[in-house]
């Protein structure tokens, strides 16, 4: 298909044919499959948000550009924990990427700069508002050298009233509310245990990079795609924040119980806790009969979801008698057998090794050389182009000769 703007397909000039799942080689070498492959992206990204989006976009095959300060990302030093003295934060959301040390300040690394933004499909930022226009960097000053880039700009609250305030996952967890649903309700708001709105934003961010690749190829043109962590918070609290948008209802802490299903919490066993999780009624009578208690879900205080949300307190008491019968693992084996959704509750090595059992393969070591490292693989599996970890996680101006080498190429190529 030709573009009405250009007689070039974005990342044409890189994307080898790759019918049948057969390997192609990216704009720097790297061999693979994945559905993103000729596509080049400028990362100028730290920390979080902006590199779990762009590992996610390389491991489908983007040739992913790391652009570092002469002292690195931030999180080379979020230590512990660590492998063979690398922090293991940088190591979980840089795997695929190509690194180039570059001080923005300096002129002639800001020169390479601008020649990475000409010859890339994307530009992906989250530099405090301002401070790219400052350096010359910013969308307008980006489309000028490539008219038809896609430039991805997150920010922690925004670029108007909120541009001020730094864009700290913990800040937004606060800020929005959440912390305020989280814990039980007699102790204090407690955030969550991962930066988690660090992680929706990043994948807002591949989901709003991907649909302006979508349009680009329809149409030739690039665009600003903007996202704040405040807006990917809501959106992500989807229920809860509804709950007061739609219906006026502010909600509250209810430790690890659901606001408008029951059971759907831990469950006290013989010997510790088990997630049982009932979604509707007719799983609520299932497990009455697994427990031995159909009477129970004929009861009419019982019967429907919203009975059962209304005498919870009683229906625990009911179902924690029977449940201290047996141990979490006997429930979790013959609840599980009948087809009812439980889960102990584990740590996260418990997390990774059930993972295993059930063959999920969630461990995949990055890189092709000497260097492999274990990291949790790609959430998405595709049938025609698999995604691949031919690159570890680089090291800090581990590809400066290799990029700088490229660019002079791609500048050649423009005055041919």
């Keep these: 298909m030709t573009h009405p703007s250009s007689q070039t397909a974005p990342g044409d000039r890189n994307r080898p044919a790759q019918e049948g799942g057969r390997p192609g080689v990216d704009a720097l070498g790297r061999e693979g499959t994945g559905p993103l492959a000729g596509v080049v992206i400028a990362d100028f990204s730290r920390v979080l948000a902006g590199p779990y989006a762009t590992m996610l976009l390389a491991d489908m095959g983007a040739t992913v550009i790391k652009v570092e300060g ?4 931030d999180t080379r030093s979020y230590m512990p924990p660590v492998r063979d003295g690398e922090a293991t ?13 570059l001080d923005l300040k300096d002129p002639q690394d800001l020169d390479v700069a601008r020649s990475l933004i000409r010859s890339a499909d994307v530009m ?24 038809d880039i896609i430039y991805a700009s997150i920010t922690g609250f925004g670029t108007g009233a909120g541009a001020h305030i730094p864009g700290y996952d913990l800040l937004v967890q606060a ?37 302006a690749l979508h349009h680009k190829d329809q149409t030739g043109e690039g ?24 219906g006026g209802v502010v909600p509250t802490r209810m430790g690890n119980e659901h606001p408008s299903m029951y059971p759907y919490a831990p469950m006290q066993t013989g010997d510790g806790m088990l997630i049982v999780a009932t979604g509707n009624d007719a799983q609520f009578v299932r497990l009455c009969e697994a427990l031995g208690l159909p009477a129970v879900a004929r009861d009419p205080k019982f019967a429907k979801t919203r009975q059962r949300n209304e005498h919870r307190d009683e229906l625990r008491k009911i179902l924690h008698a029977t449940l201290a019968t047996q141990s979490a693992a006997q429930w979790f084996s013959e609840l599980s057998a009948a087809g009812l959704p439980c889960a102990p ?18 461990v995949v070591l990055a890189g092709n050389g000497e260097r492999k490292i274990p990291t949790v693989r790609h959430p998405v599996e595709y049938s025609r182009t ?19 080498s490229w660019l002079l190429h791609q500048k050649a190529l423009a005055h041919a």
């Design 70 to 73: 002469p002292d690195g990302d």
């Design 89 to 101: 934060f940088f190591l979980a959301v840089n795997r695929n990427k190509h690194s180039i040390a």
């Design 124 to 147: 992906i930022e989250n530099f405090k508002p301002g401070n790219m226009a400052r350096l010359g960097l910013d969308y307008a000053a980006a489309a000028e050298l490539k008219p």
């Design 175 to 211: 800020a929005s509310g959440m912390m305020s649903l989280t814990g039980d309700q007699d102790t204090q708001p407690y955030r969550a245990g991962i930066a988690l709105f660090d992680v929706i934003t990043g994948l807002h961010a591949a989901i709003g990079i991907l649909g």
């Design 223 to 246: 665009q600003l795609v903007e996202l704040n962590l405040l807006t990917s918070a809501l959106s992500g609290m989807v229920n809860q924040s509804a709950a007061y948008v739609t």
């Design 345 to 362: 509750i584990q740590d996260v090595r418990g997390g990774v090794e059930f993972a295993q059992q059930l063959g999920l393969q969630p």
């Design 386 to 404: 698999p995604v691949d970890y031919s690159l570890a996680p680089p090291e800090l101006n581990e590809s400066s000769e290799l990029v700088r």
